[in-house]
């Protein structure tokens, strides 16, 4: 079985500021990972996945985030936030392969961005 | 425009009565899921389909029953019998290839029971 660490409840930043939002996973078996962007009261969208290949791996709106297997990390980066990723972004993982799986999520970190 | 589709945004019941939550996508998704999210709380799975007419419970299936006619349509019957139901319920879709796991998320449904 796989499980979900989001270490932070809420993250306040200001604007332009760098941050970053942690998550932890464990697995017994190789796993994807998903980081996922809910705005209130509205669905989740997907923000990036790492599935294989390089261990970085980047959304188009200026997020990344980099799968680390030894430290069982995959923490999301933005060096410079805006008012407008004030959002609740939530770490997920699934076994790695073919066929059907199920996501397990964290229980999400809220970003607070302020001017 | 492909998408998932969910309605009513907002549910309102009375306590002992059953309701419906619709969910429909045309992504043309084999599998397709419901979650409940309560603040603090994160995403929790109720059921899942892989493929239609076909259907396995998730974490905290109880007091939910759900049913898959179609490949477009998975709709959720939260019952008298679930003790707690006022939360945010989300439908998601996804294909099941190898590769393919992401799953795409309706704009939810928030129930309140009055």
């Known amino acids: 079985a796989q499980s979900v660490t989001q270490l932070d409840s809420q993250v306040p930043v200001f604007e332009e500021a760098p941050v970053e939002l942690r998550c932890n996973y464990s697995?017994?078996?190789?796993?994807?990972l998903f980081w996922y962007v809910q705005y209130p009261n509205q669905g989740l969208q997907l923000l990036l996945k790492y599935l294989s290949g390089s261990t970085l791996v980047e959304s188009i709106n200026g997020f990344e985030a980099e799968f680390n297997k030894s430290q069982t990390s995959f923490h999301l980066r933005k060096p410079s936030v805006h008012i407008s990723d004030t959002a609740e972004y939530f770490c997920a993982v699934s076994p790695a392969g073919g066929g059907f799986q199920k996501l397990v999520f964290g229980t999400g970190t809220r970003l607070l961005v302020s001017p | 425009d492909g998408g998932i589709t969910q309605s009513p945004k907002y549910l309102f019941r009375k306590e002992g009565q059953n309701v419906t939550l619709s969910c429909e996508q045309n992504?043309?998704?084999?599998?397709m899921y419901w979650y409940r999210q309560d603040p603090g709380q994160g995403l929790r799975l109720i059921y899942y389909?892989?493929?239609?007419?076909?259907?396995q419970k998730g974490d905290i299936a109880e007091g939910y029953s759900v049913s898959r006619e179609k490949k477009e349509s998975f709709p959720l019957t939260v019952t008298s019998a679930q003790k707690n139901p006022t939360a945010f319920y989300l439908c998601a879709s996804s294909y099941t290839g190898e590769g393919l796991v992401s799953q795409y998320f309706g704009p939810g449904t928030r129930l309140t029971v009055l």
């Open positions: 389909s892989q493929i239609v007419n076909d259907f």
């Open positions: 992504l043309n998704h084999d599998a």
């Open positions: 697995s017994s078996v190789s796993v994807y």
